[in-house]
Structure formats: structure tokens, C-alpha cells
């Protein structure tokens, strides 16, 4: 049997394979709410057999939205539509994840269709927040350094979302603290100058990340899987290294996270990727052999064979995957039949179903 379509145990949650819907914006919100698209998108990914789905990074305030699009889940009002979601999800015998995120200085953007660029606040954007007063593009308006009373509001704004996200049926949450933006800005040494308790020494730049796993898991059942995407290198020079990843990871587990997602970079506008099939897995793989907690690997994982191959070396215990999942939502069924594995098909959709007299 493939170790892609084995089953994962992670605390009260059962995977029935490896394969996970990361997280990928889908920019089609109004005021922060679901609606059809984020229904049939997810819904669709679900059928298509995937274990674990995850909605796109669902922002924590108003201010923290990448976009004025972005999913949100600051508000009770946004539960309703986000249980319809998971409720679809969990009836297709899969498992239903959101991942909380505040944008910082990466905030007040258009979405890439409509050009990607900041939007002003005299154009309707709003004023970003960073941890400290450094932008991510030099055209870009400078964010306000957070001060102290503002952090504590956002350690309290992950913690309501995740209050919110248990209200609306999910069973697991991943905290974003990658791809630059708020938490990944604290945890860089590129993006933060602070000279306080959050700032300097990497102990002090992974502090509020620390603190939110606290916030979070007040109210965040110990029994739900409760995981930590990070950019495992910012592929800029002095800044946060994949040594430091390992060293986080590490923290991570004894603080009660269950599984490291591996991405990297988003950080640094001068940032050098050498982007290339699987080129994240060495991440996943180090702090999985280093540290001994569960890792996902994400990034251009395209294949079946691919995937599996990542398993049997024991480089990660799932994999994520975006853009493959967004041109093939049933990656999973057309896996299994690939990798000669049985998977149970939609009753409405078995008789396409691959067999061997076809």
C-alpha cells in the first residue's frame, strides 16, 4: 500500500490520506464573508478526495486582510456561512482546517488581478502595522510599528478567530507565520528592529508567536491538531535562516503543535528563490528528522508519484498542495487510480470511476 493514501492519526482527527488543500487565496469576499465560490471551491476539493482542506488565510481583523477581499473571521456574523462550508466538508468524509492570519505590512493590497499594488488610504485601503516602521517595497507606504497595547490586541484577535472557528465547525487550525507577514515580520530579522521584549535576540523575535499559541490554545480544544506554517528561510541574506527554522520547530513541539507546514520566503521583496519541483522538501525533511515533529511539505508537488516518493524517504508526514489542487481538484481520485490505489468515489460520480475493463 502507498503511504500517500495510508491513514494519519493527529490527536481526534483522522486523515484518510496524506494529501492536504493548502491554504490559496481566492480574494472573492466581501466585508470578510463566505459566500457560493469559497463553498463550491472547498466543497469540490473535498469531493475530489483530499483528506484535509484548508480555507485560504482568514484574517483575524479588518486591518489584518491582505486585501480588501480576503476571507475574515473577526465578526460572529461570519460563522454562519463558514459552518455551511465545514458541515459540506465533514459529509464528504474529510477534514475541515482554517488558517488564521493578520497581514501587517503586507496588508491594504489590491488583488493580483487588479494589479497587486498598496492601496492608499485616501483610496480606500488602510493604514498597515508592522513590527516595525520598515516597508516591504520601497514605493510602499511605511507601516506603524505596533506598540505594546496594540500586540496584546492582536494576541486577542487570534484568540477570538479561534473561539469563532471552533463555533463554525473546524476541526483544525494552522497559525500563518510565513510568507511575510505579521508573525513571519516578527520572526525576521529583516523586518524587525524592535529594541523591546519582541525584538533582537531570536528568543525575543519569536516571542509573540509564542504568545499566541498560548492566546489560542485557551480556547482551542487540546484535543484538536493546532499547526504552524512558517517560511522556513526568507532566501535573503541576515535574514531568518533555516537553522532558526529547525530551532523554532523544536519550541513549536514542546508547545503543543502538531505539525510544522513548510513553505519559505514572502518576506524580502530582493528575495533569490531557486524555485524548482519539490524545492521546499529539504525543510520539511530537516526539521522533521531534527526535531521529531510532524512536518508538511508544500511547493510545486505535482505528481503522484512525486508525493509518495517524499513519504517512503520520510522527508514529511503530508503534503500540501496549491496550484495542482486548483487545475485538478480531483488530484486525489486520479492519484489513487495512478499509484493502483482503492479509493471510495462520490456515489454520484462512480460510474466514471476508472476500472480495468475500461
Not at 492519484?335 to 476500472?355: H, I, V
Request: with cysteine; net charge negative.
Amino acid at each position: 500500500m502507498s503511504i500517500l493514501f495510508s491513514k494519519l492519526n493527529i490527536k481526534n482527527v483522522i486523515l484518510k490520506n496524506r494529501i492536504v488543500v493548502s491554504p490559496m487565496c481566492q480574494y472573492s469576499s466581501d466585508d470578510g464573508f463566505a459566500n457560493d465560490w469559497h463553498l463550491v471551491h472547498l466543497g469540490s476539493r473535498a469531493i475530489g478526495g483530499a483528506a484535509l482542506i484548508f480555507t485560504e488565510a482568514t484574517a483575524i481583523s479588518p486591518e489584518g486582510r491582505i486585501s480588501p477581499d480576503d476571507l475574515g473571521i473577526w465578526t460572529d456574523d461570519h460563522i454562519q456561512m463558514l459552518k455551511r462550508i465545514t458541515d459540506f466538508i465533514h459529509q464528504r468524509d474529510a477534514v475541515s482546517g482554517i488558517q488564521l492570519a493578520h497581514a501587517g505590512r503586507k496588508a491594504s493590497t489590491q488583488a493580483p488581478w487588479k494589479g497587486g499594488k498598496q492601496i492608499n488610504e485616501k483610496d480606500g485601503g488602510w493604514k498597515t502595522v508592522a513590527p516595525s516602521e520598515i516597508a516591504f517595497h520601497e514605493t510602499d507606504e511605511k507601516p506603524r510599528a505596533l506598540s505594546g497595547e496594540e500586540i496584546q490586541k492582536v494576541k486577542s484577535d487570534f484568540k477570538a478567530a479561534a473561539k469563532r472557528a471552533l463555533i463554525a465547525g473546524f476541526q483544525v487550525i494552522e497559525l500563518h507565520a510565513a510568507h511575510g507577514y505579521l508573525l513571519h515580520q516578527f520572526l525576521s530579522p529583516l523586518s524587525n528592529h524592535r529594541t523591546d521584549e519582541y525584538g533582537g535576540s531570536f528568543e525575543n523575535r519569536i516571542r509573540l508567536l509564542l504568545e499566541i499559541i498560548e492566546a489560542v490554545q485557551e480556547v482551542w480544544p487540546a484535543e484538536n491538531p493546532l499547526f504552524v506554517r512558517i517560511s522556513a528561510t526568507d532566501w535573503a541574506e541576515d535574514g531568518w535562516s533555516p537553522e532558526e527554522s529547525v530551532l523554532l520547530s523544536g519550541i513549536l513541539k514542546t508547545k503543543g503543535i502538531d505539525l510544522v507546514d513548510c513553505s519559505s520566503g514572502g518576506l524580502a521583496a530582493h528575495q533569490q528563490i531557486p524555485v524548482g519541483p519539490g524545492y521546499q522538501v529539504p525543510f520539511a525533511e530537516a526539521i522533521k528528522q531534527q526535531t521529531g515533529v510532524l512536518t508538511g511539505a508544500v511547493g510545486l508537488i505535482t505528481e503522484a508519484s512525486q508525493a509518495e516518493e517524499i513519504l517512503q524517504k520520510d522527508q514529511a508526514d503530508l503534503i500540501f498542495m496549491a496550484r495542482e489542487l486548483l487545475r485538478d481538484p480531483y488530484f486525489a481520485l486520479h492519484a489513487a487510480s495512478t499509484l493502483g490505489e482503492e479509493q471510495q468515489w462520490p456515489a454520484q460520480y462512480d460510474r466514471a470511476k476508472p476500472r480495468k475493463s475500461d
